[in-house]
């Protein structure tokens, strides 16, 4: 079991616009079956978290293409309930221990953002990051993990459209 970092990434280090959108994500040609991609790591996680961004913009583009999965949405804001999300502002090493009993034998995926995923850095909790670089530059937005996190590269492959990158986090 490892707690995870998969995220998309513009070549200038950037996983959404300023205004949120991850609309230059999924215009890219992705996921033919490749070691990183997303078909061959969606089955290796039994538990998730975000950021209430992230959560929104699932909402507006696609809540029904979100995998049932239990998730934690870290927010101050107000949604609706749901079966499978839990919503809380709670500390991340308080809630990682939930993410971990309900992952059980797989891996817990940190969504985004990225502030989110430097909270779990910070509290020890980031094991590997995982990132799938797109072909293109957003010249500002959410930066992918804005603060200092050393990392050691374990692997480099190609997914289509994608350079991909997996990190161990070096404590």
């Not at 996921?31 to 961004?53: K, L, Y």
């Not at 009993?101 to 590997?128: C, N, S, T, Y």
């Not at 374990?154 to 289509?160: C, H, K, Y």
């Amino acid at each position: 079991m490892a707690t995870i970092y998969y995220t998309g990434c513009s070549l200038d280090g950037f996983i959404a616009t300023p205004d949120h959108s991850l609309d230059w994500l999924m215009s890219r040609d992705i996921d033919g079956g490749a070691d990183m991609g997303f078909d061959t790591f969606a089955p290796r996680v039994g538990a998730c978290a975000m950021g209430a961004s992230t959560w929104q913009w699932l909402l507006d583009h696609d809540p029904e293409g979100w995998t049932p999965k239990p998730t934690w949405v870290f927010t101050h804001r107000d949604f609706a309930e749901s079966d499978q999300v839990r919503f809380t502002s709670a500390d991340v090493a308080q809630v990682h221990a939930e993410l971990v009993r309900e992952a059980g034998d797989k891996d817990v995926w940190l969504v985004g953002g990225g502030d989110l995923v430097g909270q779990f850095h910070d509290a020890g909790l980031l094991d590997e990051v995982w990132v799938q670089y797109a072909p293109v530059t957003l010249g500002a937005g959410a930066p992918v993990l804005p603060r200092h996190v050393e990392l050691s590269l374990d692997e480099v492959t190609r997914n289509r459209d994608f350079m991909c990158g997996r990190y161990t986090v070096v404590r």
